[in-house]
């Protein structure tokens, strides 16, 4: 492989260490800052993903509160729990682990987190925030994504840039935010459905990949020197792998993330992000309301 590897793990390690120093001010002032991480079911991989996430609290100086539900919970019971995390003082930042299982509306549920402590970015209001470019939690895997892209000086500004993907968690808001100002890119939204689409992610200086499919993207979808963003991971029987075959495209690309290793760290990062920016947030408001920290 002659690509340049844009690796998360070391990004995500600068931006875990700035979380840490914005957590430790905020417990210097007597405010601890809690996570809470709610899993339905026992799907391995999902375990996997919330067993990150609360680790990376933990180290961060977070509270992690894990909340577990049986696969048998019913939408009813699911969305119950997370009002109980809304009202929750202790907890300043929630994440439903995605997807649920089969025969529960992951919208429906994510759309009863409160606003103010959706540290996945995902709740309608803040979606509609980052369609309008106003501040609010962004959604994790977007920002981590623009956030490797700054730290390894990749220009978005006048590039094209195609995302083969559109799911609300990450192909969606993905798009929205590189064709944001200050980001500037040239943006094509591309999905399974698209004619042609090798012929049109060719035309892409950045090529993102959130498509779900294992080595979909190969080296005929991409331009010569472009930048490949891997955001799949799919299990398969050697193992994990993305959504790009990367020996192939590690060929033609200037630069690919890899996986794991790339994407992954990154959202966790993110999340970790959003969760002190709400509990500042809150930590300001209670101030100006006088209030006492605590």
Do not use: W
């Amino acid at each position: 492989m002659s690509a340049r590897l844009l690796s998360g793990n070391v990004v995500a390690a600068a931006v875990r260490a700035e979380v840490a120093a914005r957590v430790a001010a905020l417990r210097a002032r007597g405010i601890t800052v809690g996570l809470a991480t709610v899993l339905v079911g026992d799907d391995p991989a999902s375990a996997i993903y919330v067993r990150n996430k609360r680790r990376a609290a933990e180290e961060a100086g977070m509270r992690s509160i894990d909340v577990r539900l049986p696969a048998t919970a019913t939408q009813a019971e699911v969305e119950a729990t997370l009002e109980r995390l809304n009202a929750d003082p202790r907890v300043d930042g929630i994440i439903l682990q995605l997807p649920l299982p089969e025969g529960l509306d992951g919208q429906a549920a994510v759309a009863r987190i409160d606003p103010a402590k959706d540290a996945d970015g995902l709740h309608p209001r803040n979606l509609g925030l980052l369609v309008l470019e106003r501040p609010g939690p962004r959604p994790a895997t977007p920002a981590g994504i623009l956030r490797l892209l700054r730290y390894y000086e990749i220009p978005t500004a006048g590039r094209v840039a195609v995302v083969v993907g559109r799911s609300f968690l990450v192909g969606r808001p993905l798009a929205l935010e590189l064709g944001a100002r200050g980001v500037d890119a040239t943006v094509v939204q591309a999905h399974s459905k698209t004619p042609a689409l090798p012929e049109l992610c060719r035309r892409g200086d950045i090529l993102v990949a959130a498509i779900g499919r294992p080595r979909m993207i190969d080296a005929s979808y991409v331009k010569p020197g472009a930048v490949v963003i891997d955001v799949g991971i799919n299990r398969v029987d050697e193992g994990l792998v993305g959504d790009v075959d990367a020996e192939s495209v590690g060929e033609v690309a200037a630069a690919i993330t890899p996986v794991p290793g790339g994407v992954g760290p990154m959202t966790i990062a993110a999340l970790l992000e959003n969760t002190v920016a709400l509990a500042e947030g809150r930590a300001d408001d209670d101030r100006e309301n006088g209030a006492t920290d605590g």
